[in-house]
Nanobody
Framework: VQLVESGGGSVLTGGSQRLSCAAS????????MAWIRQAPGKEREGIAA???????SYAGSVKGRFIISQEDSKNTLYLQMNNLKPEDTAMYYC???????????????????WGQGTQVTVSQ
């Protein structure tokens, strides 16, 4: 399994950005995919997840602003980020889980496979 993120960069407060994650080696037997972020000095935070049936979960910090989606024909995961805030500045990782495991969809410990990350910086 290989995950490659793209779409990061710098954006002004209130702006929008879309992240993409190209997945290879993924089959439809995966349990869940997610976007997880980590800011300097902070813990990893699962912010959005989507299971193989298309059901989504969002962290309270991004709910109503971010949208996770997947395009199975292209093996691509997306994160549409709107109304960005400086506190959204972080490294964003795409992650995939095959097993259901004991963890919820927003718990980063659920995910066995990770991309290299893409940096998002929001400035005022």
């Amino acid at each position: 399994v290989q995950l490659v993120e793209s779409g990061g960069g710098s954006v002004l407060t209130g702006g929008s950005q879309r992240l993409s994650c190209a997945a290879s080696g993924i089959t439809d037997r995966r349990d869940c995919m997610a976007w997880i972020r980590q800011a300097p000095g902070k813990e990893r935070e699962g912010i959005a997840a989507i299971d193989r049936d298309g059901r989504t979960s969002y962290a309270g910090s991004v709910k109503g602003r971010f949208i996770i989606s997947q395009e199975d024909s292209k093996n691509t995961l997306y994160l549409q980020m709107n109304n960005l805030k400086p506190e959204d500045t972080a490294m964003y990782y795409c992650a995939a889980a095959y097993g259901a495991g004991p963890y919820g969809p927003l718990d980063w410990r659920k995910y066995e496979f990770w991309g290299q990350g893409t940096q998002v910086t929001v400035s005022q």
